[in-house]
C-alpha cells in the first residue's frame, strides 16, 4: 500500500530563546490531506520541516512510518528523505540551472554519487522523457530545457512541484505553495496538489494562508498559534468561529503594535 | 583611513630614502629610452644582430615558436593548475559539510566526522593553498631551477602551484558564498553532502568560476613569458637577449607578440564573462 | 495507445531539445581552451619523464644537502644553531630587505591608485561622453561630440596595454633607463596597477546609480564637478578595497621584482644563488614567503574595516 504515515509526540522546537512549537502532538494517517492554517510566525514551516528531518526538535520524536526520525543511520534517514517530497515557500532551485536538471535532482536521494553525476550531466532519455511528463502533468512541458531563473515566480513554483513529484514520493509537503502567484493559479496549484495525492494516495500536508482554498480542498484543518495546536478536526466540523479565534489579534500583540 | 594611508606613504618614500630627482632619467638612460622609443614603429623583421650564426632560424620564426611556447607552458600550467584548484578548492570549502543541512541524528558518528575529520582536512588544505600562494611563480621557477637544473616541466610546475593555490582559493570562496536553500532542499530530498555540493552550489557559482579562469588563463600567458628572463625557451628569454644586445627593433617584435597574445585573451576572457553574466 | 503516446512524447522532447536555448559561444570557447591544453601537453616539449633522470636526482640531491644552514653541514641538526644562524642573516640583511619590499610595494599601490582613480573618469562611458547623465537642451558642438567619442575608447585601449605588458617587463625596461634606485620597480608596478585599478573604477563609475549626478547637472555642475561632489564619496569605499586588494598581488610582485637588483628580498635570492649559497637562498625565499602572508593578512584585515565602514 502506498502512502506513509506521519506522528509528532510531544514535539518542542526552540530557536534561541523564541518558541516555535511547544508540545505538539498529532497524527496523520497515510493518504490524508491537511491543511495547517495559523497565523504568520505560528511555526507552520517549523513543523513542516520537522517532518522531513531538516529541523531537530529539543523535545519530543518525530515518527515516519512508525519509526522515529531521529534515531535512524545515515543511509535510512536518507532513504525516508527521499519518499518526502517538499515544495517550499521560496521554491528553493538551483537558478542556472536547466528546468530538466532541477526536476531530475528530485531523485538524488535515490542513486549514488557517481550515477548521479551521469544522471545530471547526461540523463537518459528515459529519464528526461519522464521529466517531461510530469512538467506536462504542471502544465509547463515546453519549459523543459529553459534555464530556470528566466521563469516567473509562479513557473518556478510548478518546477518545484515538479521536482517534488520526480522523487516519486509517499508524502507530499507543501509550505503555502500559493505565495508567489495570483489567486487564479493559487487555485490551480492546491487543486494539483490535491489531485495527485488523489491519484497516487500521497499524504499532502500543506500550509495555507488562504483560508477557502484550505477549506475547499484538505478534508483535516490543524489550527496553529503561537507554536500550539488551537484546533485539529476534519473540514466538516470546522465553525467560522474557530478562524476568528485562530487569527484574533493577542492582548500581548497588540501592546507590540501599539508600542 | 586616507591620512593612514599617506602617513604609509611618507614612511616607505622616506624609507627607501627615494628622491625625486632620481626619477629623471641619466643622460645616458635618456638615450637608452630615445633609442628604444624611436623603435616602437618599426619593429625589426629580420635579425638585427651583426653577426648571425649559420643554421640560425629568421627572427620571425623565432617570435612565433617562442610566442607557441609561452602559450604551451601556460596552457599547461594552468591545466594542472586548475586540477590543483578543484581538488584543494573542495576541501577549503566548508559548505559542504559545515552549517545546519539539518537533521543529522543527535548522537552519531558522522557528528563526530564533522566535528573532526572535515575541520582537521579544510585547515590542512587551507595551509597547503596559502604556501602555495605565498611564493611567486618566479621564485618556484627559481627554485626548481637551482634544484633540478634547467627543465620545461620545471616551468610547467612553477606556474601550477601558485595558481592551483590561488584558484583553489578563489573557487572555495565562489562556491561558499552562493545561496544555501538549494542545497538544503535537496539535503532534504535525501541528497548526500557531496551531491548537495556537486548538484546545488557548484553550479550556481560556475559562471564566475569559468570567467575567473579565463582570467586567470591571462595572467599565466604574462607568467610564462616572464619566466624566459630566467632560461626557459619563452618570450622573456628572447626579449632579454635582444635588449642587452641593444637590439631594440627586435625587443619591440617580441614585446608585439606577447601583447597580441595577452589581448586576444584579454577580449576573449571579457567576451565569456559577458556572455556568463545573468 | 500507451506506447503511441511514448512515441509522440520522445518526438516532443526531441523538439524541445533542438530549440533550447545554447550559449554557444561559452561552450565553444572551453572546447577550445581544452584542445589548447591537450595540443601544449603533447607537443609542448614538456620533458616530464626526463624531470626525473639520474643527473636531475643528482642535482636534486645536491641541492638536499646544501639547503641544511651552513654551521650545520655535516653535523646533527639542532634547532638553536638552525635559529641563531637564521637570527643572523634576518638582522643583516632580511630586515631592510623586507621592509624596502613591503615600502616599494605601498609607494607603487598608492601611486597605482592615485593614477587610476584619475584615468577611471575619462575611460567610464557615462561620464565621459558629450552629454553626461542628462541629455542637453542644445546638442554640443561637433568638435565635444567628436571628442567624447573618442576619449573613452582611447583610454580604455591605453588602460589595456598598461596592463597588459608584465611588471617584470618594465622594470627591466625602466632599469635600463632610470639607472639603478628602487624607482624602476616602483613605477613598473605603478604602471601595471594602474592599468588595473583604472578600469576596476571605471567599472564602478559605470554601475554607479545616476539619478543623483543627473540631479546635479541639471543645477547646471559641470563634469569636474560632478566627479568631485557626486563621485568621490561614492567611489571611495570600492576603491580602497581594490586598492588593498591589488596591494596583495603589488607585495609579491615587489619580492620577484628585485631580482633585477634593488635591494629587496628578490635582490638577496639572486645574490645568494648566484655564490652558491643554497641555505641562504632557502632563506630568503622563505622570507618572501612569510612577507607575502604577512601581507596578505593585514590587506585582509584592512578590507574588512573598509567593508564595515
Ligand atoms: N531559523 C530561525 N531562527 C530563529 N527563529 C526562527 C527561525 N525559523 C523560524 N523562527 C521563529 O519561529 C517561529 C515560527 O516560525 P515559522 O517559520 O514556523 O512560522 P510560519 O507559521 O511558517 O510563519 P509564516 O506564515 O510567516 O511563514 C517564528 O517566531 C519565527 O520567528
Ligand atoms: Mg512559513
Known amino acids: 500500500m502506498k502512502g506513509t504515515s506521519l506522528e509528532l509526540d510531544g514535539v518542542s522546537v526552540q530557536y534561541g530563546n523564541t518558541t516555535a512549537l511547544e508540545a505538539v502532538s498529532l497524527s496523520i494517517s497515510a493518504g490524508e490531506r491537511v491543511g495547517l492554517v495559523g497565523p504568520s510566525g505560528s511555526g507552520k514551516t517549523t513543523l513542516l520541516r520537522l517532518l522531513n528531518g531538516s529541523v531537530l526538535p529539543d523535545q519530543g520524536d518525530v515518527h515516519v512510518s512508525g519509526s522515529p526520525l531521529y534515531t535512524l543511520s545515515r543511509t535510512d534517514l536518507r532513504r525516508v528523505r527521499a519518499s518526502i517530497g517538499f515544495v517550499y515557500q521560496d521554491h528553493r532551485l538551483v537558478p542556472n540551472l536547466q528546468v530538466s536538471q532541477n526536476v531530475i535532482a528530485g531523485q538524488l536521494g535515490r542513486v549514488s554519487l557517481l550515477k548521479s553525476l551521469r544522471m545530471m550531466l547526461f540523463p537518459s532519455r528515459v529519464m528526461v522523457e519522464k521529466a517531461h511528463e510530469i512538467l506536462c502533468r504542471v502544465g509547463i512541458g515546453e519549459k523543459l530545457f529553459e534555464r530556470t531563473d528566466h521563469l516567473s515566480g509562479g513557473q518556478q513554483q510548478r518546477v518545484a512541484i515538479a521536482r517534488a513529484l520526480f522523487q516519486e514520493p509517499q508524502v507530499l509537503l507543501a509550505d503555502e505553495p500559493v505565495s508567489s502567484v495570483d489567486p487564479a493559479r493559487a487555485k490551480d496549484a492546491v487543486e494539483l496538489l490535491t489531485r495527485i495525492s488523489r491519484e497516487e494516495n500521497l499524504t499532502l500536508v500543506m500550509s495555507l494562508h488562504n483560508l477557502d482554498l484550505a477549506r475547499e480542498y484538505c478534508e483535516r484543518l490543524i489550527g496553529l498559534r503561537r507554536g500550539r495546536i488551537v484546533f485539529d478536526e476534519p473540514t466538516s466540523s470546522i465553525q467560522e468561529s474557530h478562524f476568528s479565534e485562530l487569527y484574533r489579534i493577542g492582548e500581548g500583540e497588540m501592546l507590540a503594535d501599539g508600542a | 583611513m586616507i591620512l593612514c594611508l599617506m602617513i604609509a606613504f611618507v614612511w616607505a618614500y622616506s624609507h627607501l630614502g627615494l628622491r625625486g630627482e632620481d626619477l629623471h632619467p641619466s643622460s645616458g638612460g635618456l638615450k637608452v629610452l630615445g633609442e628604444f622609443a624611436a623603435r616602437a614603429l618599426t619593429p625589426a623583421l629580420t635579425s638585427e644582430a651583426d653577426f648571425v650564426p649559420e643554421g640560425t632560424r629568421p627572427l620571425l620564426y623565432i617570435a612565433l615558436s617562442s610566442a607557441r611556447t609561452t602559450l604551451f607552458f601556460a596552457a599547461a600550467g594552468m591545466s594542472l593548475g586548475l586540477f590543483l584548484g578543484i581538488v584543494l578548492g573542495f576541501f577549503s570549502s566548508t559548505s559542504w559539510w559545515a552549517g545546519d543541512f539539518g537533521g543529522v541524528r543527535r548522537s552519531s558518528p558522522s557528528r563526530i566526522l564533522g566535528r573532526v575529520l572535515f575541520p582537521v582536512l579544510y585547515g590542512g588544505s587551507r595551509v597547503i593553498i596559502n604556501l602555495m600562494r605565498s611564493t611567486h611563480e618566479v621564485l618556484w621557477a627559481v627554485l626548481f631551477l637551482t634544484a633540478f637544473g634547467l627543465s620545461n616541466t620545471a616551468a610547467v610546475l612553477a606556474i601550477a602551484i601558485p595558481y592551483g593555490g590561488t584558484l583553489a582559493k578563489i573557487f572555495s570562496e565562489m562556491v561558499d558564498e552562493t545561496t544555501r536553500e538549494p542545497a538544503h532542499a535537496l539535503r532534504g530530498a535525501g541528497a548526500s553532502g557531496l551531491q548537495t555540493y556537486s548538484f546545488a552550489l557548484v553550479p550556481q557559482a560556475l559562471p564566475d568560476m569559468i570567467g575567473y579562469s579565463f582570467y586567470r588563463f591571462e595572467c599565466a600567458l604574462r607568467s610564462s613569458a616572464i619566466l624566459g628572463f630566467f632560461g626557459f625557451p619563452t618570450l622573456g628569454l628572447f626579449i632579454r637577449q635582444s635588449f642587452s644586445s641593444l637590439n631594440y627593433g627586435e625587443v619591440w617584435t617580441f614585446l608585439y607578440v606577447l601583447l597580441g597574445m595577452v589581448l586576444i585573451f584579454d577580449w576573449w576572457s571579457g567576451a565569456v564573462r559577458r556572455r556568463l553574466a545573468p | ?309
Not at chain 3, 583610454?155 to 627591466?172: G, K, M, N, S, V
Open chain 3, 1 to 309: 495507445m500507451r506506447r503511441q503516446e511514448d512515441k509522440g512524447r520522445s518526438q516532443e522532447v526531441q523538439l524541445l531539445l533542438a530549440e533550447r536555448p545554447r550559449n554557444r559561444f561559452v561552450r565553444g570557447s572551453l572546447y577550445l581552451l581544452l584542445a589548447l591544453i591537450m595540443v601544449s601537453w603533447t607537443f609542448g616539449d614538456l620533458q616530464v619523464d626526463e624531470l626525473f633522470s639520474t643527473h636531475r636526482l643528482r642535482n636534486l640531491n645536491r641541492f638536499l644537502s646544501e639547503v641544511r644552514p651552513f654551521p650545520l653541514h655535516g653535523k646533527e641538526w639542532d634547532w638553536g644553531v638552525a635559529l641563531s644562524w637564521a637570527q643572523e642573516i634576518f638582522k643583516r640583511e632580511g630586515l631592510e630587505a623586507t621592509l624596502s619590499t613591503l615600502g616599494i610595494s605601498v609607494v607603487a599601490i598608492l601611486l597605482a591608485g592615485f593614477f587610476g582613480s584619475l584615468m577611471a573618469l575619462p575611460a567610464a562611458r557615462n561620464l565621459a561622453c558629450s552629454e553626461p547623465f542628462l541629455p542637453e537642451i542644445r546638442p554640443p558642438p561637433l568638435r565635444a561630440r567628436v571628442f567624447y567619442a573618442l576619449l573613452a575608447p582611447v583610454t580604455r585601449f591605453a588602460l589595456i596595454l598598461l596592463r597588459a605588458i608584465p611588471e617584470y617587463i618594465w622594470a627591466f625596461i625602466l632599469l635600463a633607463v632610470m639607472g639603478p634606485s628602487a624607482w624602476p620597480a616602483i613605477v613598473a608596478l605603478a604602471i601595471h596597477n594602474t592599468g588595473i585599478l583604472g578600469r576596476l573604477q571605471a567599472e564602478t563609475v559605470e554601475n554607479v546609480n545616476p539619478n543623483p549626478l543627473s540631479a546635479l547637472r541639471g543645477l547646471g555642475g559641470k563634469r569636474s564637478q560632478l566627479a568631485a561632489v557626486g563621485l568621490l564619496p561614492l567611489l571611495l569605499p570600492r576603491g580602497l578595497l581594490y586598492l588593498f586588494y591589488r596591494w596583495e598581488t603589488c607585495v609579491r610582485e615587489a619580492t620577484v621584482l628585485g631580482m633585477l637588483g634593488f635591494s629587496s628580498l628578490g635582490f638577496w635570492i639572486t645574490d645568494a644563488r648566484a655564490r652558491l649559497q643554497y641555505d641562504r637562498f632557502l632563506f630568503f625565499v622563505l622570507l618572501g614567503a612569510a612577507v607575502v602572508l604577512i601581507g596578505d593578512f593585514i590587506s585582509a584585515f584592512l578590507r574588512r574595516i573598509v567593508r564595515k565602514a
